[in-house]
């Protein structure tokens, strides 16, 4: 994976946006291939986040392009990035608490019965086969997932996003609320989409889980690009000085 | 409180098999929702309090009669009508105080067009007069509706803020459009929408809407056990089935027995050129009827459509929902535009069973409703929230009303009742959520 020829699956080119006069993200590119976990890593604040919301539609870019298999895409709402099989499993987990697995599973896709209506059994159905697959101990399928442990939403969350055939993956921090043996899990679910040539991008704190999943690294501070690095050429330390002082090791570009 | 209790099978095998006492395995094998039972107890204790008041302190307990009951249902028609939308609106964390006003300028607009505007140009008596108005008030109430929603949904004004604004300009509009005077008598085949003279179906009417409702009871409990066998989903017991067949029917053709009870007046009677000791029924009253029409189409809204789904969503995380591509902006327009045709509706009612249209029409109303969505278990955090909830707390909150009027208590003491009523009903409500949870 160190050397990727061909069409980038995402290539976001000179992403600008800024809130308020700050710029929270300052002239950043970025590209993802299929079969690649890239790693987003900065402190809180560096812009990670907003340049990722950029891509699944939740902001809207003030300046630069995105290009979705090398064709250029408007993305100005989360419905167009869904449309382009962009997935999001956000750090909040976006979840609407007062309802069950399955609606929250197809919330805005939901599966309709032939005169229009909600087809609910058959939408839990279908939960019911991804839970199966993905965290096969989950039971509650009938209870707002407000009265589900972090681990559980979080799966929830993360069905929502593979159920739907995604390309590419968004992950913002995905294990910050689990325990153990969750992360784990989501470490094996990730392995397991790349071999599918899921693209993933990986917004993570945890510089082990970096070194572990991702491919490639890219580290922002202060909405700005510090460098891009493949993982396997660097080492932990290198990656941190990048993080914490913006020092570019001779090896990333 | 987003699936229909046929269709969602909270009931694990473990559960039916283990549950304690005879009480708990019922409710847990039927499914029955329990804040629903508590909802009716309470409502029973009302109306039996009040019978046994009149009863021993007056020597008469007129609450539990055909006829106070008959008119009971008219009486919560129009709240009634108006809380089904209020549960969108409160659900979706919003709130409408311009209810009860905008039923005032819908009322006044619809007397001013059938008994001034309209008449002129079809004629006196005219058939579609009454189409023609009920179209026109229901579409100015949507039209005012959606314009609260485009201020608090496109432009970012609180809908406290707007809606009290509404509150106070409509009342105003509703005085201004015909200078304070009231319009009376209204088009005679509208008159009947609100109950009065004739404005009910009879006994076989009744009956054949009894006959609707069983066998619509009996389809869902059919279709739900369908879809349970198709996808494998825990079922529930067949006597559990047959015995919610039971009481759903049960209720309804004893409904039609309380509505078929209560006779016409001898006065009527006459009218009808029937003999003075004729026994005619007056069965449902036509208000009665659009209320139930409205709950069942609101039911299914909110129930078994992407609309409900989203009002749920929004209301449980908009954040969320934003997220998930849901135009939540877009969503709130159209939430308060439904408020404001089924206010809409309710005018039409109240205006014709008043048989006139006055520009004080509705005043107070809006606090009725919310009284009643909040009652019936919509809670103002948003997120919860359903239509019989709804119905059944326009209910409670009519009961108390005319029980204290039946009584022969007064105005002030009718407010202090009512007010305690609403908070005492939270509080509970709250006990029975945490207790649950």
């Known amino acids: 994976m160190t050397t990727n020829t061909g069409t980038p699956l995402v290539e976001m080119r000179d992403i600008s946006i800024s809130f308020g006069g ?138 929502r996003a593979v159920y739907f055939n995604a390309k590419i993956l968004i992950m913002d921090e995905p294990t910050a609320a689990l325990g153990p043996q969750e992360t784990q899990m989501v470490a094996e679910l990730i392995q397991e989409l790349k071999r599918q040539g899921l693209g993933i991008f990986l917004i993570e704190h945890d510089i082990h889980a970096v070194m572990d999943l991702c491919d490639r690294a890219v580290v922002m501070k202060n909405g700005q690009r510090v460098g891009t690095v493949n993982v396997g050429d660097v080492t932990d330390d290198d990656i941190l000085g990048m993080i914490i002082m913006g020092k570019k090791p001779a090896k990333a570009y | ?78 709240i009634g009508i108006m809380a089904t939308g209020m549960v969108l609106v409160i659900i979706t964390r919003n709130i409408d105080l311009s209810v009860g006003s905008l039923i005032g300028v819908t009322g006044m607009t619809m007397g001013i067009l059938q008994v001034d505007v309209l008449p002129q140009i079809l004629g006196l008596g005219h058939w579609s007069i009454w189409i023609i108005t009920c179209a026109v008030g229901i579409a100015l109430g949507a039209l005012i509706g959606a314009f609260h929603g485009w201020l608090i949904a496109y432009r970012g004004i609180p809908s406290f803020i707007v809606t009290l604004g509404g509150l106070m300009v409509w009342r105003g509009m509703a005085f201004i459009a015909n200078g304070g005077k009231t319009i009376s008598p209204v088009d005679s085949t509208f008159a009947l929408l609100g109950g009065g003279p004739g404005g009910n179906v009879g006994a076989t009417g009744s009956w054949i809407v009894g006959a609707l409702g069983c066998a619509g009871v009996v389809w869902l409990l059919v279709q739900g056990r369908k879809q349970r066998v198709k996808h494998e989903f825990p079922k529930r017991p067949m006597w559990a089935e047959v015995t919610l067949g039971a009481i759903g029917c049960g209720a309804i053709v004893g409904a039609v027995l309380l509505m078929n009870a209560y006779p016409l007046p001898v006065g009527i009677l006459r009218r009808l050129d029937l003999p003075e000791d004729a026994f005619v029924s007056h069965g449902f009253a036509i208000p009665v009827l659009i209320m139930m029409a409205v709950g069942i189409a609101m039911t299914i809204l909110m129930t078994r459509t992407r609309f409900g789904r989203y009002v749920f969503a929004i209301g449980g995380n908009p954040e969320a929902a934003a997220l998930a591509g849901i135009n939540t902006r877009w969503m709130t327009l159209k939430i308060f535009a439904l408020m404001g045709a089924l206010t809409g509706i309710a005018a039409v009612i109240a205006s014709a069973r008043l048989n ?82």
């Not at chain 2, 209790?5 to 847990?28: C, E, I, Q, Y």
């Not at chain 2, 009863?55 to 028609?77: C, D, E, H, K, M």
């Not at chain 2, 909040?374 to 029980?403: C, D, E, F, R």
Request: glycine letters at 10%.
């Open chain 2, 1 to 78: 409180m987003t699936k229909t209790p046929l269709s969602a099978p909270p009931v694990t095998p473990g559960h039916t098999a283990v549950g304690g006492n005879p009480v708990k395995r019922f409710l847990a094998a039927t499914e029955i929702d329990t804040r629903l039972l508590g909802m009716l107890a309470a409502l029973l204790l009302i109306w039996g309090g009040f019978h046994m008041y009149g009863a021993i302190v007056n020597g008469n307990g007129a609450f539990l009669t055909p006829r106070n009951l008959w008119n009971l249902s008219v009486q919560t028609s129009s």
């Open chain 1, 22 to 159: 700050i710029k929270a993200v300052d002239h950043v590119s970025i590209d993802l291939h299929p079969g690649e976990v890239v790693g987003l890593l900065g402190h809180n604040g560096a812009g990670k986040s907003t340049l990722i919301k950029c891509l699944s539609g939740a902001y809207q870019k003030d300046a630069g392009e995105i290009y979705i298999n090398g064709e250029k895409a408007e993305i100005s709402n989360p419905r167009d990035a869904r449309h382009y099989n962009i997935e999001t499993i956000y750090q909040t987990l976006a979840l609407a608490d007062n309802l069950d697995a399955a609606s929250n599973l197809f919330l805005g896709r939901e599966l309709v019965t032939a005169a229009g209506f909600v087809d609910d059994a058959q939408m839990e159905a279908e939960t019911r086969k991804i839970m199966a697959r993905l965290n096969p101990n989950f039971r509650k399928f009938n209870v707002p997932v407000s009265a589900l442990s972090g681990g559980q939403r979080q799966s929830v969350a993360i069905a």
């Open chain 2, 356 to 437: 006139s249209a006055t520009n004080a029409l509705g005043t107070l109303d809006e606090l009725y409703v919310i009284a009643a969505a909040v009652i019936g278990g919509t809670s103002l955090a948003g997120g919860v929230g359903t239509i019989y909830g709804a119905i059944l707390g326009a209910l409670v909150m009519q009961s108390l009303q005319s029980g204290m009027v039946l009584i022969g208590f007064d105005a002030a003491i009718q407010r202090i009742v009512v007010g305690m009523v609403l908070v005492l009903a939270v509080y509970l409500d709250n006990l029975y959520r945490a207790r649950t949870k």
